[in-house]
């Protein structure tokens, strides 16, 4: 199953490379990064206990095992350097030449602030870390025993993390909508008509736009907060994978940008 999501996700690039021209470079990164990503969450699986175990809701970043992370992350950043645009490629190099200290510090600085995560622009160091985290974060929420879910939880019941994405599934007539941590990718569900920043429910106040490129996937606005994040609405394409479906519609972030909203949450390319 592991495997397949991994495939799944690479599959999905290649498919928006061809059908998206102007996403053509953003799609070729990822689908680098997530081949690497995909070999580090195997190499979580075997050399850690395969058992599910029971943690706190919102307690995952409690653990951090920087034995099994650090000895990774100099070929994660000698990999990066090789396949990454300026200025991604250059601040891997440097930091790769500062050594394992510099590397303890910023990968235990981000994974202590990743409920909080958002880089500003020029901040690239966190977000290597935070790409580098991500299939270990993943591999620990799979390991996680259920956790009770908040229909209005604005944040991940496992890590603790703000959502990448949203989601609209088919159920019933209509469809269900949930949110996908940007940290761990745990999947939650979430209520339709609510702001999954500030948690507003005045529908007056809750702006939709999609467009004619990516008409599966919209922008859920809100007027009380000025935040943003994409919806991506599988009754519409099936065929969608929300976290790199949601990399690819950089027009839809664009707009944001132009009419003044913050996004709620950058993914991994710091967008």
């Known amino acids: 199953m592991n495997c397949t999501k991994w495939d799944q996700r690479i599959k999905r690039a290649d498919e928006l490379t061809t059908a998206h021209p102007f996403a053509n470079d953003v ?3 990822y689908k680098r990064v997530a081949g690497f990503q995909k070999a580090l969450y195997f190499y979580f699986e075997n050399a850690c206990p395969k058992g599910p175990e029971k943690r706190v809701p919102g307690s995952l970043r409690n653990e951090l095992d920087l034995f099994l992370l650090l000895p990774k992350f100099g070929d994660f950043l000698s990999y990066v350097a090789t396949i990454a645009p300026d200025p ?3 601040s891997a ?3 790769s030449d500062q050594g394992v200290e510099e590397w303890r510090h910023v990968v235990t600085s981000c994974w202590g602030n990743a409920s909080d995560f958002q880089p500003a622009e020029g901040q690239t160091e966190a977000l290597l870390s935070w790409i580098f985290l991500q299939p270990y974060a993943e591999h620990l929420a799979d390991h996680t025993e259920p956790i009770t879910r908040n229909g209005a939880a604005t944040v991940c019941p496992v890590c603790g993390g703000r959502p990448q994405v949203g989601v609209l599934r088919p159920e019933g007539d209509g469809a269900k909508r949930s949110l996908v941590c940007a940290l761990c990718a745990t999947e939650w569900e979430f209520r339709r008509i609510i702001c999954a920043a500030c948690a507003e429910e005045d529908v007056q106040k809750l702006a939709v736009y999609s467009g004619d490129q990516f008409s599966h996937v919209q922008v859920d606005a809100c007027d ?3 935040h943003y994040i994409k919806t991506v609405n599988l ?3 099936g065929h969608a994978v929300p976290v790199v479906d949601e990399l690819a519609a ?3 972030s664009l707009w944001a940008m132009e009419n003044g909203y913050v996004k709620l949450q950058t993914n991994i390319l710091g967008i």
Do not use: D, V, Y
């Open 224 to 226: 009380a907060c000025h």
């Open 250 to 252: 950089i027009p839809l």
């Open 88 to 90: 991604i490629a250059q």
């Open 235 to 237: 009754t519409k394409n």
């Open 93 to 95: 190099l440097s930091l």
């Open 27 to 29: 799609m070729r990164f």
